[in-house]
C-alpha cells in the first residue's frame, strides 16, 4: 500500500502557484520523498524528490516539513500544460516506487 | 538520448488469447520495470529487473503473467490467457543510478 496521502483533486488559476500537499505520517529517517505526474495518455514524468531541505529545480520546488511528515509541492506559476495527476510517493519495503491514486490537479484559464 | 520505448501503443483482444507487449529501456539502464495502471488508479508494479534478474515479482500473477529480460537489455511482458480484468495500461520503466523513473508512453490493453 501507498505510504502517503493526498487530496484527491485541486483547482488552480493560470499563472498562480498550486501547493499540492502530501501527508506521509510513517516515513522513515532515510526515505527520500518522491514527486512524479502524469498528463493525460502518458507514463509518469519525474519532477522532484528530497529528504529533509527544500529542493527547487525547473519545475518545482518541494518543501519538507521539519519533523517530515509531510510536505508541499509548488509550482510557482501555473500553466493549462501543468494540468495532470501528482503522485507523492515514498517507496516501499521492497525499495520500489508505490503509487497511490495521486492529486488531480486542474488548471483553469 | 531516446526515451523508454514499448510497442505496441494500442492492443485489442479477445479474452483466451495470448498478448505480448515489449520494452526497450533507456540505454545504460540496469533496472527495469513493468507496471500496471487500471483507469482512475496509480500505476502499479508488477516486476522489478536488475539486469536479467527478476529481484521482485512478488505482484506478478504468475498464473497467468509471465516477462523475460534475456540480456539484460528489452524485456518482454506476456499474458496468457488474457481475462477480461486485465484491459488495462501497462507500463514500462527504467532507471539508472540516479534512481529516477523514466517512464515509457505504455501499452493500452482491451480485452473484450
Known amino acids: 500500500d501507498a505510504k502517503t496521502t493526498q487530496p484527491p483533486s485541486m483547482d488552480c488559476a493560470e499563472g498562480r502557484a498550486a501547493n499540492l500537499p502530501c501527508n506521509h505520517s510513517?516515513?522513515?529517517?532515510?526515505?527520500?520523498v518522491y514527486w512524479y505526474r502524469q498528463i493525460h495518455s502518458q507514463g509518469p514524468q519525474y519532477i522532484i524528490h528530497?529528504?529533509?531541505n527544500n529542493e527547487t529545480n525547473e519545475m518545482a520546488s518541494l518543501i519538507i516539513t521539519e519533523d517530515r511528515k509531510s510536505s508541499t509541492l509548488i509550482l510557482p506559476h501555473a500553466t493549462l500544460r501543468d494540468t495532470a495527476v501528482y503522485y507523492c510517493?515514498?517507496?516501499?519495503?521492497?525499495?520500489?516506487?508505490?503509487f497511490g491514486k495521486g492529486t488531480k490537479l486542474s488548471v483553469k484559464p | 538520448e531516446a526515451g523508454v520505448v514499448q510497442s505496441p501503443r494500442y492492443k485489442i483482444i479477445e479474452k483466451k488469447q495470448p498478448v505480448a507487449f515489449w520494452c526497450n529501456p533507456i540505454s545504460g539502464h540496469n533496472t527495469l520495470y513493468w507496471y500496471r495502471q487500471n483507469l482512475g488508479q496509480g500505476p502499479e508494479l508488477l516486476i522489478r529487473?536488475?539486469?536479467?534478474?527478476?529481484?521482485?515479482d512478488s505482484q506478478l500473477p504468475k498464473d497467468r503473467f509471465s516477462a523475460e529480460r534475456l540480456k539484460g537489455v528489452d524485456s518482454t511482458l506476456k499474458i496468457q490467457p488474457a481475462e477480461l480484468g486485465d484491459s488495462a495500461v501497462y507500463l514500462c520503466?527504467?532507471?539508472?543510478?540516479?534512481?529516477?523513473?523514466?517512464f515509457g508512453s505504455g501499452t493500452q490493453l482491451s480485452v473484450l
Open positions: 528530497g529528504l529533509k
Open positions: 510517493i515514498v517507496k516501499g519495503s521492497q525499495g520500489n516506487l508505490i
Open positions: 510513517t516515513i522513515s529517517g532515510n526515505e527520500y
Open positions: 520503466a527504467s532507471t539508472g543510478v540516479d534512481e529516477k523513473l523514466f
Open positions: 529487473y536488475e539486469n536479467e534478474e527478476a529481484v521482485d
